[in-house]
């Protein structure tokens, strides 16, 4: 046996599964699989990465300054609270390090993101499963978990599977009734689907125990760049930057990420047709005898009998070419998780589940 073994905690670690993007002997597969936005992303990006390639030489900025104001000025927030990552993912796993190790708690939701739990083992922490209810958030059972060894508490919201989110109310009797030495962190990847939410941008500057993350993976169309942001307490963000690698995002990814952020008119066409689609999605599903929880994305969650229900739906619907997402690693053996594409897709994928219900194998 090799005397060179890895830090306690990592061999605990299971792999990330991505979404599947391709199917054995199918060609043009529909992918609703990875919560991706159909619309791909804004022209302004695409034009931001065709100016970027003249400056492939040159090492980028250090301190994201232009991609921190940019996000600042719209969404009217202070740019020195800003750090971004590679990726909202690396946001996570920076907070993490900085603030859990050995013997410290770190707690995630029963159906929350898997990202949270791989994050505390990373770092050396223990991962704290908390019950949910009905695939809902459930504030009360976390505060019960709470102790003296709880240093991190994540919330997606809205969550990943399930689409369902709390109410900033909520949040907010969550954010008071954590430990002194607890950090809530409300992760936004999906909070620009929700008309009028912030994400809890404001609890952020109300507070000095919640930070929040967002993405341009999602609906900024921009997930093969990955660019993700986090606001919070100055003093967190100045923690966060001593572990943050100097030249962490690309030149590249950086200008694309300025011009989608000061794009709002696409991101205003994109919600309001996921909105519409998503709502005419659930309803088809459901006509067909497919229920799922109102959701607060870009994705529902349907529901079958059991699991063998929903994993031979899974491939018949992988027969037809069309590509979703099982949902057995987050304890939801039941159900698969089905992005909002476009047009077309929504009512493919809405036939083919109704063929599958009316008897098609
Ligand atoms: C997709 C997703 C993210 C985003 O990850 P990136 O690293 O920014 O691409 C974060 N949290 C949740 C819950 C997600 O579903």
Not at 13 to 27: F, M, N, R, T
Not at 228 to 243: A, C
Not at 248 to 267: I, P
Request: aromatic share 6%.
């Amino acid at each position: 046996m090799s005397k060179i073994a890895p830090q306690p905690g990592i061999m605990e670690i299971s792999l990330y599964q991505g979404g599947k993007s391709h199917v054995e002997g199918v060609a043009n597969v529909i992918k609703l699989s990875s919560n991706e936005n159909p619309f791909g992303c804004s022209p302004a990006a695409q034009e931001a990465v065709k100016r970027s390639v003249h400056e492939l030489h040159r090492y980028p900025s250090t301190d994201h300054a232009a991609l921190r104001n940019a996000i600042a000025e719209v969404h009217g927030l202070k740019p020195e609270r800003i750090i971004c990552g590679v990726g909202s993912d690396e946001v996570l796993a920076f907070l993490c390090q900085a603030y859990a190790g050995p013997g410290d708690e770190v707690i995630h939701t029963e159906h929350g993101f898997a990202l949270y739990r791989i994050g505390a083992l990373a770092a050396g922490a223990t991962p704290v499963e908390v019950k949910e209810r009905e695939r809902v958030t459930d504030v009360d059972a976390i505060l019960e978990a709470c102790n003296d060894n709880t240093r991190l508490v994540f919330i997606a919201n809205p969550n990943n599977p399930t689409g369902t989110m709390i109410g900033l109310a909520e949040i907010e009797r969550l954010a008071e009734g954590l430990p002194d030495q607890a950090l809530l962190v409300l992760d936004g990847a999906y909070a620009e689907y929700v008309d009028g939410y912030d994400g809890g941008a404001r609890l952020v500057e109300a507070r000095d125990n919640v930070f929040m993350t967002r993405t341009f993976s999602k609906l900024y169309g921009l997930g093969g760049l990955r660019v993700g942001w986090g606001y919070g307490p100055q003093e967190i963000i100045d923690v966060l930057n001593r572990v943050r690698g100097p030249f962490n995002l690309s030149g590249t990814a950086l200008a694309a990420a300025e011009a989608s952020m000061r794009d709002q008119a696409f991101v205003e066409k994109c919600r309001e047709d996921n909105t519409r689609l998503r709502a005419w999605l659930a309803e088809a599903l459901a006509e067909h005898g497919v229920p799922s929880d109102a959701s607060t994305a870009n994705f529902v969650l349907a529901r079958f009998a059991d699991a063998d229900e929903a994993g031979a739906c899974d491939t018949y619907l992988q027969s037809q070419g069309l590509l979703v997402r099982r949902v057995t690693g987050y304890k939801l053996p039941n159900a698969l998780r089905i992005t909002v594409g476009d047009e077309a897709s929504c009512r493919r994928v809405a036939h083919c589940i109704g063929q599958f219900k009316a008897g098609a194998r």
